[in-house]
């Protein structure tokens, strides 16, 4: 079970840092965003072993992705946040897939967090 935290409220320009706890230690873990009305958009991943990460475009320099494998937990900083940013935020760690993993497909996705709620004024 993946738990998050670290959601708010916070005005543009602010930060915010989400924490995911509980994740496994596997090939891939994941954030993803979703608005009312829209399906979930990949936001970052985290690749092992190496520690490779993917970022949307839309928050490349801005977010950064990490993971301690001690702790068995999941971050996301997010810096410079903009309205646009607000969006429910979801972790998430690989299921049992086919072929490369890939934690910023949806369809990779085998445990989801219950979510956490950012919202930019």
């Known amino acids: 079970q993946l738990v998050e935290s670290g959601g708010g409220s916070v005005q543009a320009g602010g930060s915010l840092r989400f924490s995911c706890a509980g994740t496994?230690?596997?090939?891939?873990l994941g954030w993803f965003r979703q608005v009312p009305g829209k399906g979930r958009e990949a936001v970052a991943s985290?690749?092992?072993?190496?520690?490779?990460?993917k970022y949307a475009d839309a928050v490349k320099g801005r977010f950064t992705i990490s993971q301690d494998n001690v702790k068995n937990t999941l971050y996301l900083q997010m810096n410079s946040l903009k309205p646009e940013d607000t969006a429910m935020y979801y972790c998430?760690?690989?299921?049992?897939?086919?072929?490369?993993?890939?934690?910023?497909?949806?369809?990779?996705?085998?445990?989801w967090g219950q979510g956490t709620q950012v919202t930019v004024s």
């Open positions: 998430g760690a690989l299921g049992d897939v086919m072929g490369p993993p890939n934690c910023a497909l949806e369809a990779h996705i085998g445990t």
């Open positions: 496994p230690y596997t090939h891939c």
């Open positions: 985290i690749y092992e072993p190496g520690g490779g990460t």
